[in-house]
T-cell receptor, first 118, second 111 residues
Framework: GAVVSQHPSRVICKSGTSVKIECRSL??????MFWYRQFPKQSLMLMAT?????????EQGVEKDKFLINHASLTLSTLTVTSAHPEDSSFYIC??????????????FGNGTRLTVT | AQRVTQPEKLLSVFKGAPVELKCNYS??????LFWYVQYSRQRLQLLLR?????SIKGFTADLNKGETSFHLKKPFAQEEDSAMYYC?????????????WGLGTSLAVNP
């Protein structure tokens, strides 16, 4: 079945540095990918919708200059947390829908990235 | 606004008891509805979708347009059902639409 690979699974960085998270669709093309943030024991919060070849659409309250999204190909989207601060520490998850499937096809999720900013 | 409500943040039942995880939506149109599940230390995965009218792991969910609900049910809960469950309707047709997530219900099935 369709698999989404997310890397790294865990990263620790110092405050002020930037971190890049990759989300790859394996065996399928994803014109759209979604980036979520999950706080402990809470629901997913959609951060942005990543569109291949165009600008990402950010949800209200999400700083686009802080969370840079690039979707340069049909199989890769990246999220860069710029100038990270401890409050950015969280669990980030990406998902993708098969680009050739019908609109009622489900999302496929990455395993998530645990970001810790010290 | 197009909202999804999962009123129970935590649901605790005993093994063998029936379980119902509630989900209500509030928007017009014909939604495509999903239930996703996240087991401990695992990624989110699709549990079932209403269009398939399927039963997965003993769970079923019926779309009730009159009540705008999509409750998830299982007649006899098992300990391995303990997980986080998310109701996720999707009101927009087209490949790039978003799923508006419920806040999730943590199901704990006690022995």
């Amino acid at each position: 079945g369709a698999v989404v690979s997310q890397h790294p699974s865990r990263v620790i960085c110092k405050s002020g540095t930037s971190v890049k998270i990759e989300c790859r669709s394996l065996d399928f093309q994803a014109t759209t990918m979604f980036w979520y943030r999950q706080f402990p024991k809470q629901s997913l919060m959609l951060m942005a919708t990543s569109n291949e070849g165009s600008k990402a659409t950010y949800e209200q309250g999400v700083e686009k200059d802080k969370f840079l999204i690039n979707h340069a190909s049909l199989t890769l989207s990246t999220l860069t947390v710029t100038s990270a601060h401890p409050e950015d520490s969280s669990f980030y998850i990406c998902s993708a829908r098969d680009g050739v499937s019908s609109y009622n096809s489900p999302l496929h999720f990455g395993n998530g990235t645990r970001l810790t900013v010290t | 606004a197009q909202r999804v409500t999962q009123p129970e943040k935590l649901l605790s039942v005993f093994k063998g008891a029936p379980v119902e995880l509630k989900c209500n939506y509030s928007y017009s149109g014909s939604p495509e509805l999903f239930w996703y599940v996240q087991y401990s230390r695992q990624r989110l995965q699709l549990l079932l979708r209403h269009i398939s009218r399927e039963s997965i792991k003993g769970f079923t969910a019926d779309l009730n347009k009159g009540e705008t609900s999509f409750h998830l049910k299982k007649p006899f809960a098992q300990e391995e059902d303990s997980a986080m469950y998310y109701c996720a309707p999707s009101p927009h047709p087209g490949n790039n639409r978003k799923l508006i997530w419920g806040l999730g219900t943590s199901l704990a099935v006690n022995p």
